[in-house]
């Protein structure tokens, strides 16, 4: 009842990234490792105005790293904005290894922190993929 996070289920359109897994190791992802961030940083506000749900919106594929990987958090040498909270994590090969959750302040969104996957797949119990 206290998280924000959903599981959604989506149409996949050419062009949107596929996930082939989530990954069960932990940590996760090793320190040095590429990773992608799908999301929607700043949310639906545009900068150039205008109204999301006629012009629509479109997801933002960030790249980066992995520059810690502790057991409860990931940091990544990555971009996060707000809005970015929830967005999936993926390793090279498409498998989801955290959700974003943060980052640290006056980094200018270049330091972002991530939730290991697992903690996910435990806010979803029974309904786990």
Known sequence: PTEDVA???VSVVKGTP??????TTDPPAQVGEPIVVLGFPLG???PMGGDWSKVGVTHTLTRGTIAK???NLLQLDSYGAEGASG????SRDGR?????YGGQ???NGRIVFVTPIKFGL?????NAP
């Open 7 to 9: 599981l959604l289920h």
């Open 18 to 23: 596929v996930v082939k897994g989530i990954v």
């Open 44 to 46: 639906l506000d545009l």
């Open 69 to 71: 990987a502790l057991p």
């Open 87 to 90: 967005s999936p994590v993926f």
């Open 96 to 100: 989801v290894v955290g959700l974003v």
């Open 105 to 107: 302040r006056g980094s």
């Open 122 to 126: 435990e806010l979803l119990g029974s």
